[in-house]
């Protein structure tokens, strides 16, 4: 049974109504406010004092913040113009020769870079 939902780095997490309310699941007569779930119908209930109503459905929305969603998209971007980069470089030998020499120069470059920090 999930008992809460919380948001955290990167995840955000909204309701559209009241989520976390006083369960009484043991009698079927409870006090003013008392929650209840009913296994015949399905449906969560609150005792208005008199009668047990159905509680509306409320249901929490969980998402990616907005700085996760923008990283997420860029990623994506980056992928896509990877992909792109390296089918061009199987048609054009050129480009591949200039891409392989990139990734020679980035690895030489980090290795120095290592040595000197």
Do not use: C
């Given at each position: 049974?999930i008992?809460?939902i919380?948001?955290?780095?990167?995840?955000?997490?909204?309701?559209?109504?009241?989520?976390w309310?006083?369960?009484?699941?043991?009698?079927?007569?409870?006090?003013?406010?008392?929650?209840?779930?009913?296994?015949?119908?399905?449906?969560?209930?609150?005792?208005?004092?008199?009668?047990?109503?159905?509680?509306?459905t409320?249901?929490?929305?969980?998402?990616?913040?907005?700085?996760?969603?923008?990283?997420v998209?860029?990623?994506?971007?980056?992928?896509?113009?990877?992909?792109?980069?390296?089918?061009?470089?199987?048609?054009h030998?050129?480009?591949?020769?200039?891409?392989?020499?990139?990734?020679?120069?980035?690895?030489l470059?980090?290795?120095?870079?290592m040595?000197?920090?």
């Amino acid at each position: 049974m999930i008992k809460s939902i919380n948001s955290g780095p990167g995840v955000s997490v909204s309701t559209s109504g009241p989520a976390w309310p006083y369960f009484n699941n043991n009698s079927n007569n409870g006090f003013a406010g008392s929650v209840r779930y009913n296994g015949n119908t399905q449906h969560l209930e609150v005792y208005d004092g008199l009668s047990w109503l159905v509680l509306g459905t409320y249901s929490p929305l969980v998402e990616l913040d907005f700085q996760t969603k923008e990283i997420v998209r860029w990623a994506r971007a980056k992928m896509l113009e990877e992909q792109q980069l390296l089918e061009l470089a199987k048609k054009h030998p050129g480009l591949q020769e200039a891409y392989e020499r990139l990734e020679i120069m980035k690895t030489l470059t980090l290795k120095e870079e290592m040595k000197n920090d």
